[in-house]
C-alpha cells in the first residue's frame, strides 16, 4: 500500500486549497448574510453560484466521479485528500464543487444503471451544476436502518408505475432546484426473497401527487445550504415505466451500490472537518488565558489537542487504505474497512468536535465560529447511510463467521 500523494493529486490538492483560502472561506459569512435577504430561505445565495462558476473555470468540478466520461476520473485514493479539504467547510465547498451529496450519489446510480434517456434528462444537467436532486428512501413509519422495512407502494398500472408512500428527511428536497428524486419503494411486497422486493423509479419534482410537506430539522439546524432535509408524500403519483431506474428488483442492490461510495466521501470530509476543529483550537489556545496562564499552556487543553491529533492520523490512514481497496479490490473486496470507517470516522470526530466546543466556552455553541453546526452534522453522520449498530452487527457477524 503506498499512499503518497500522485503529482495529479499534489496539483489537484494545491489548487483547492488556494481556491478554499482565497474564495470559500471569505464566502462563509458572506452566504449567511446573503441568505437572510432571500425571499425565501431556500433560494441559493449569489456568492454559491460564484463558487461554482470559479471552481468549474478553475477545473475543480465533479471531482468524485472517477469515470472520465462523466467526472474527473480520478480514483477513491486520489480523490480522499481532496474530499478531506473541502470537508473543512462542508456547507459551501461541496456544494461549490459539484461535489455535495446527495447529487454525488445520485450522479453515480445514473452514471452506473440510469438509461441512455435518463442520462441525457436528468444526469447531463446535474453533471453541469444546472439542477439539484433528492433520493428518497428513509421513512418515518418504518425502522428505516433496515432498507427492506420500507412500505412505500410502487405498483404497475400499464405503461405507468403508481407510487405511493411518506418519506422523511429527503436530503436537498427543499432547494427549489431540486428537479427530481429517486424514490426507492416495493414492486413486489410479497415477493419470497425480501432484497428483491424493492425498486426505484425517477419522480420529477413537479409530477402531480408529490408534495414537499416540511423541512425536518437537525438539531434546530434546517440546513438551508445543503438543501435542507424534507418530509415528502407521494399520492397515487403516476411516472412511465421508463423512469425505473436499472430493473424491476433491483432497488436493494442499487443502494447498496451507492451507500458504498457515498460512505466514505463522508468520512473523507468528516476529517477535514476534525482538521477544522483542531485548526480553531489551536488559535483559541493560544489566544485566550485563564488562570495566569494562556490556555495552550493548560495541561487538560495540550491533552486535548495531542488526542485530537493522533486520533486524526489514524482515522486518515484507515480510510486510505479502504480508498485503495475499493480501487484494487472493489467495494465489495473492501466492505469490512468501509463498514469500520463509517464506525470509527464520525464517533471520534463528534469528540473532536465536542473539545473544540468545550474550550471555546459559550462561542462554541454561538453562531460566531462553525463548531456547532460541524457537531450537528459530524453526529447526524453517526446515523446517516446506516446507524453505527447496524455495521457493528454486520461486522461482528463477518468477523464471527471465521469461529464458527
Known amino acids: 500500500m503506498d499512499f503518497a500523494f500522485d503529482a495529479r493529486t499534489e496539483e489537484l490538492r494545491a489548487r483547492l486549497l488556494a481556491f478554499m483560502d482565497e474564495y470559500v472561506y471569505p464566502a462563509e459569512a458572506v452566504a449567511e448574510e446573503q441568505r437572510a435577504a432571500l425571499a425565501s430561505p431556500w433560494d441559493t445565495p449569489a456568492v454559491v453560484e460564484e463558487l461554482k462558476a470559479e471552481a468549474r473555470r478553475q477545473g475543480l468540478w465533479n471531482l468524485f466521479l472517477p469515470d472520465a466520461e462523466y467526472g474527473a476520473g480520478?480514483?477513491?485514493l486520489q480523490y480522499a485528500p481532496l474530499?478531506?479539504?473541502?470537508g473543512r467547510s462542508p456547507h459551501l465547498a461541496p456544494?461549490?464543487?459539484n461535489c455535495a451529496a446527495p447529487d454525488t450519489g445520485n450522479m453515480e446510480v445514473l452514471a452506473q444503471f440510469g438509461t441512455e434517456e435518463q442520462k441525457k434528462r436528468w444526469l447531463q444537467p446535474l453533471l453541469a451544476g444546472e439542477i439539484r436532486s433528492a433520493f428518497a428512501m428513509t421513512e418515518p413509519e418504518v425502522a428505516s436502518s433496515d432498507a427492506t422495512n420500507i412500505t412505500t407502494h410502487i405498483?404497475?398500472?400499464g405503461d405507468e408505475y403508481v407510487i405511493t408512500g411518506r418519506k422523511w428527511y429527503i436530503s436537498g428536497a427543499m432547494n427549489p432546484d431540486c428537479a427530481i428524486f429517486i424514490v426507492m419503494g416495493k414492486t413486489d411486497p410479497d415477493g419470497a426473497d425480501i432484497r428483491r422486493q424493492q425498486s426505484m423509479v425517477l419522480v420529477p419534482r413537479d409530477t402531480p401527487g408529490v408534495t414537499v410537506r416540511r423541512a425536518m430539522r437537525v438539531f434546530g439546524y434546517e440546513d438551508h445550504s445543503h438543501g435542507g432535509h424534507a418530509e415528502v408524500v407521494f399520492d397515487r403519483v403516476r411516472v412511465p415505466v421508463t423512469n425505473l431506474v436499472g430493473e424491476e428488483g433491483g432497488g436493494f442492490a442499487i443502494a447498496q451500490a451507492r451507500l458504498g461510495p457515498g460512505r466514505i466521501h463522508h468520512c473523507m470530509r468528516l476529517i477535514g472537518m476534525a482538521e477544522r476543529a483542531i485548526e480553531l483550537m489551536c488559535r483559541r489556545a493560544v489566544s485566550r488565558t485563564a488562570f495566569g496562564k494562556a490556555l495552550a499552556r493548560?495541561?487538560?487543553v495540550q491533552n486535548w489537542i495531542a488526542d485530537a491529533r493522533v486520533t486524526v492520523e489514524q482515522l486518515r490512514?484507515?480510510?486510505l487504505k479502504t480508498a485503495w481497496l475499493m480501487d484494487t479490490v472493489g467495494n465489495k473486496g473492501a466492505h469490512t474497512e468501509i463498514q469500520a470507517i463509517k464506525i470509527a470516522t464520525p464517533r471520534a470526530v463528534v469528540g473532536i468536535l465536542d473539545r473544540a466546543i468545550q474550550l471555546h466556552g459559550a462561542g462554541g455553541v454561538s453562531q460566531d465560529f462553525p463548531l456547532a453546526e460541524l457537531y450537528a452534522s459530524a453526529r447526524t453522520l453517526m446515523l446517516a447511510d446506516g446507524p453505527?449498530?447496524?455495521h457493528q452487527?454486520?461486522?461482528?457477524r463477518r468477523e464471527l463467521k471465521k469461529y464458527l
Open 74 to 76: 480520478l480514483t477513491n
Open 83 to 86: 474530499a478531506e479539504i473541502t
Open 95 to 97: 456544494t461549490a464543487t
Open 155 to 157: 405498483e404497475r398500472d
Open 298 to 300: 493548560q495541561g487538560v
Open 317 to 319: 490512514l484507515l480510510v
Open 388 to 390: 453505527d449498530e447496524v
Open 393 to 396: 452487527r454486520s461486522l461482528a
